[in-house]
């Protein structure tokens, strides 16, 4: 019973060190979606992806690229890492679109940017 | 424009004590979903329960229940007899029939269960 599974759970990267955080659920869902949590700030979409071969900007992309390999995974790069990207990222999936269908997260990625 | 709004930065509730968390939304959707979700300190996001905008009854799960006030754009969760488990981050969220792929969430609320 997998559902969302996320790696890695913790990094460290230098400015200017590039990642990629990957992101695969075994739900069968179409919507995959990549936040960013930061303190006092609630979680904030960085790029969601309504199904394979699609994806969209949220609020805060600047810095980011996602891919949506096929249907199952989902994976966010940082080309060139910033403090300012210092956060909790959480990868999270939903059924098809819908107002009743709720989104199932990972367990996060803390990552921190020196 | 969909907005969540937690005015409750943090709460304190006696153990086995009812709490309710206040969560406002904007949203010009026809229709919408409304979820809450809990984060214990470990960090994982826990869904823990939804109110769709045309349900006629408050949505209810176990000790949670959400007091939905649709002409006041209001979803506050209510837990009832508090447990020291209870004590986590707290988020609202909102689904609409027009964004349906965009879920948006509210600054949350920091519950303590005092015992």
């Known amino acids: 019973n997998a559902g969302v599974t996320q790696t890695p759970k913790f990094q460290v990267l230098k400015t200017g060190q590039s990642m990629t955080l990957q992101c695969a659920q075994d739900?069968?869902?179409?919507?995959m979606y990549w936040y960013r949590q930061d303190p006092g700030m609630g979680l904030r979409l960085i790029y969601y992806s309504a199904s394979e071969g699609t994806t969209d900007k949220g609020e805060v992309p600047n810095g980011y690229n996602v891919s949506r390999l096929n249907k199952r995974e989902f994976s966010l790069r940082l080309e060139s890492a910033a403090p300012s990207q210092t956060s909790v990222y959480f990868c999270?999936?939903?059924?098809?679109?819908?107002?009743?269908?709720?989104?199932?997260f990972g367990n996060g990625t803390r990552l921190t940017v020196t | 424009a969909q907005k969540i709004t937690q005015t409750q930065p943090g709460m304190f509730v006696q153990e086995k004590e009812a709490v309710t968390l206040d969560c406002t939304y904007d949203?010009?959707?026809?229709?919408?979903?409304l979820f809450w979700y809990k984060q214990p300190s470990s960090g994982e996001m826990i869904f823990l329960i939804y109110q769709g905008s045309y349900d006629q009854q408050n949505a209810t799960e176990g000790r949670y229940s959400l007091n939905f006030q649709k002409a006041r754009k209001s979803a506050n969760l209510v837990i009832s007899a508090s447990q020291l488990g209870d004590s986590a981050m707290y988020f609202c969220a909102m689904r609409g029939s027009n964004t349906g792929n965009q879920f948006y969430f509210g600054t949350g609320t920091s519950l303590t269960v005092i015992p």
């Open positions: 949203t010009s959707d026809p229709s919408y979903g």
């Open positions: 739900m069968n869902h179409n919507s």
């Open positions: 999270a999936s939903s059924a098809p679109r819908g107002p009743n269908s709720p989104l199932h």
